[in-house]
């Protein structure tokens, strides 16, 4: 079943049904869900019996393989950081690495890119013909992770597509897509559900102050959902209580605490809580952490507009950076010294 946010996106592309394009752009907000809502158009389009709403009927040899995760036809591609998320792809990889040696193995990280490995695996599916004689499927996810060989590689398939093969492209970031790839889809924009829906759905999920955590997550219900059950969550409160006593931040205690915590995560809460303090200064009202709008007002009053803008670029900076292995604990003190000269 796809999200109850989305049934309008379903309804409308059912209309394409009869001229299905061949490369299909999903894209909208992370935690939205697009993966998931992929993953069922993928199993509707296989489907040997679908519903007259293209809903896959469930019980028919294709859907009974989908739900196995090995569907003769069917291919889903992400990086290999995510393969534990999707069942099928765990063991593609499986596969690639055993091809790459034991060596390449045991010396480095997952990626987290879609690598030119990956997408020639899927030029081979694309390139025989289909085992139920209907369509082949392809979902490709996070399109942001191909890399640039992987990306001019995917770039071909879909100047030349194969006949019978439909590609569902799911991307949370197209500014960082090829011009080119995304000219060479249909593009498909999927909105963030209104609050009243994702804050419902949540409540449902047993999530327990889901309008604070909808917020929080930029109004994205999955997103919300992994901040309920955010192992982090009290580091988390801990980290926006310094941020909340303004001047009085301790920044050492910051960079004591936090520096087993993976840096992309203390950076995403510290870029959320600067954008909440411009926030307040220029519209009065904070867009992710409202449960802190008094702090961030006592806050707001007390710095200065140009020097958080700049304290702003200093976060992004580092976000940029953040994949790298950085001394976390450094760049902690850092960043949360510069946050309490913003008070000075
Ligand atoms: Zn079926």
Sequence with gaps: MIYPWQTDDWQRLQQLRSHWPHALLLHGQAGIGKLHFAQHLAKGL??????????????????HWFAQGNH????????????????????????????E??????????????????????LDFAGVGSHRGGLRVVVLY????????????????????P?????????????????????RCRQWP?????????????????????????????????????????????????????????????????????????VPLVLGWLQRWAYDLLAERTAGRPRYFPQAASALARCAAKLDAAALARYMKTVTRQRAVENHPLNARLVFEELFLGYRELFA
């Design 101 to 122: 040696g034991e060596e390449g193995k045991k010396s480095r990280a997952p990626s987290k890119e879609i690598r030119i490995e990956q997408v020639r695996a899927l």
């Design 72 to 99: 003769p036809d069917y291919r889903i591609v992400v990086p290999e950081a995510l393969a534990g998320e999707v069942g099928q792809a765990a063991e593609e990889e499986a596969r690639a690495e055993k091809a």
């Design 46 to 63: 296989l489907c040997e019996s679908p519903q007259a709403n293209g809903e896959p009927c469930g019980s028919c040899a294709a859907c």
């Design 190 to 262: 999927m909105g963030t559900p209104a609050p009243e829906a994702a804050t419902a759905w949540l409540a449902q999920q047993g999530v327990d102050e889901a309008p604070a955590l909808l917020a929080e997550a930029g109004g994205a219900p999955l997103a919300a959902l992994a901040l309920a059950h955010d192992e982090n969550r009290t580091l988390r409160d801990w980290t926006l209580a310094q941020l909340a006593a303004g001047p009085a931040c301790d920044a050492f205690a910051c960079g004591e605490t936090l520096q087993k915590l993976p």
């Design 142 to 161: 996070p399109a942001e992770a191909l890399n640039v060989a992987a990306a001019n590689a995917l770039l071909k398939t879909l100047e030349e597509p």
């Design 163 to 183: 006949a019978g093969v439909v590609f569902l492209v799911v991307s949370a970031r197209i500014d960082r897509l090829l011009p080119t790839i995304i000219s």
